[in-house]
């Protein structure tokens, strides 16, 4: 399986969703809800968008863990991969977010999940920064490649270079910053919406990046592996064509099957040619979820990628008997231990 694509994924189901007027000033792809629909109707809408991005997944062969949300005060929760990451190797990251109404959206129980079901050695939280005024905003901010070890990132108040930097010492990443602007000058807020890196193809709108050394240097670093980068224009970033994620599914009898997960308004902005490329490798799941497009994220900002190993389940044997050995009071090997802790 493809260090690039999960095959399990988190999703937050916010039973109360707004556009976050905290994130619209350096949001350049939030918007308001239409005239005259009431909060009650958007929320409901979004629901069913959030009920239909899960149910597609599920269709597809990615088991999905999904967390209900009812507060109020958490308009952003449906975009988990802001706060959460996770690796290969079984360490999890948690990090400082800019907008203060967001931090909160952070949960123990979503982090106990993980640590029940998969095999998590560490957890490294790097929220403490936020007093400082210093932020990073997860795998919005960063665009990693897990294959090559590299962290795409462009630099803004939401992605700081210096924690970036430790987040790469810390995780084995090659930081690879940038600055990235449309067309107006405006900075982009999150690399995430004009960046896309999976296993054989990326999606990257690389005339953002406004150094042409820098661009070319990005260039060649995602094309050494054999990958095929499809270049975006800024109006195909504008439909959300960069917002898109790679996972790893199952056919029904059982066999691997790489999808690409994306919006229904980013699947119609891609010329016909570059479909085809993304089909080369991956099958395109779309989603249509026009009402929580509004707070300025589609289905890569919705998704946050499980990259652990499973925990065996009860009927496995490593499970069986690292139980009957705490029964017994025989020593426990360290994976009996983690057991041990996670039935404690």
Same mark, same amino acid.
């Given at each position: 399986?493809?260090?690039?694509?999960?095959?399990?994924?988190?999703?937050?189901?916010?039973?109360?969703?707004?556009?976050?007027?905290?994130?619209?000033?350096?949001?350049?792809?939030?918007?308001?809800?239409?005239?005259?629909?009431?909060?009650?109707?958007?929320?409901?809408?979004?629901?069913?968008?959030?009920?239909?991005?899960?149910?597609?997944?599920?269709?597809?062969?990615?088991?999905?863990?999904?967390?209900?949300?009812?507060?109020?005060?958490?308009p952003d929760s449906v975009f988990p991969n802001n706060w959460l990451s996770t690796h290969a190797g079984g360490t999890v990251a948690v990090y400082p977010m800019y907008a203060s109404n967001r931090r909160h959206e #952070? /949960? +123990?129980? %979503?982090? $106990?999940? =993980?640590?029940?079901?998969? !095999?998590?050695?560490?957890?490294?939280?790097?929220?403490?920064?936020?007093?400082?005024?210093?932020?990073?905003e997860g795998t919005g901010a960063m665009v990693l490649d897990h294959v090559s070890r590299v962290a795409y990132t462009a630099r803004s108040h939401r992605a700081d270079t210096h924690v970036l930097e430790r987040f790469?010492?810390?995780?084995?990443?090659?930081?690879?910053?940038?600055?990235?602007?449309?067309?107006?000058?405006?900075?982009?807020?999150?690399?995430?919406?004009?960046?896309?890196?999976?296993?054989?193809?990326?999606?990257?709108?690389?005339?953002?990046?406004?150094?042409?050394? #820098? /661009? +070319?240097? %990005?260039? $060649?670093? =995602?094309?050494?592996?054999? !990958?095929?980068?499809?270049?975006?224009?800024?109006?195909?970033?504008?439909?959300?064509?960069?917002?898109?994620?790679?996972?790893?599914?199952?056919?029904?009898?059982?066999?691997?099957?790489?999808?690409?997960?994306?919006?229904?308004?980013?699947?119609?902005?891609?010329?016909?040619?570059?479909?085809?490329?993304?089909?080369?490798?991956?099958?395109?799941?779309?989603?249509?979820?026009?009402?929580?497009?509004?707070?300025?994220g589609s289905v890569r900002c919705m998704i946050a990628g499980v990259h652990l190993d499973p925990r065996p389940t009860a009927a496995e044997p490593e499970l069986t008997e690292a139980v009957e050995a705490i029964n $017994?009071?025989?020593?426990?090997?360290?994976?009996?231990?983690?057991?041990?802790?996670?039935?404690?």
């Open positions: 399986m493809s260090a690039q694509a999960p095959s399990a994924v988190i999703l937050i189901r916010a039973e109360r969703f707004t556009p976050n007027p905290a994130t619209a000033a350096d949001n350049a792809f939030q918007a308001e809800a239409p005239v005259g629909q009431s909060e009650v109707a958007t929320s409901a809408r979004a629901l069913a968008e959030m009920d239909a991005v899960a149910e597609a997944l599920r269709e597809v062969g990615v088991r999905v863990h999904v967390f209900s949300d009812s507060d109020h005060t958490r #952070r /949960r +123990a129980d %979503v982090l $106990e999940m =993980l640590k029940s079901s998969y !095999r998590v050695q560490s957890i490294v939280d790097y929220s403490g920064l936020e007093p400082d005024g210093i932020f990073l790469c010492t810390d995780f084995g990443y090659e930081p690879m910053a940038f600055d990235a602007v449309d067309s107006g000058g405006v900075p982009v807020y999150h690399t995430n919406v004009i960046a896309c890196v999976g296993t054989e193809v990326a999606l990257f709108a690389l005339d953002m990046i406004a150094d042409e050394r #820098r /661009r +070319a240097e %990005v260039r $060649e670093r =995602l094309t050494v592996t054999g !990958r095929t980068v499809i270049e975006l224009t800024e109006e195909q970033v504008r439909e959300f064509a960069g917002n898109a994620v790679e996972l790893c599914g199952r056919t029904p009898d059982g066999r691997r099957r790489y999808v690409m997960a994306m919006s229904a308004r980013a699947l119609a902005s891609l010329r016909p040619d570059q479909v085809a490329a993304i089909e080369e490798s991956c099958e395109i799941v779309a989603v249509d979820i026009p009402t929580i497009e509004l707070a300025g $017994e009071g025989e020593p426990l090997t360290a994976d009996g231990q983690e057991v041990a802790l996670a039935e404690a």
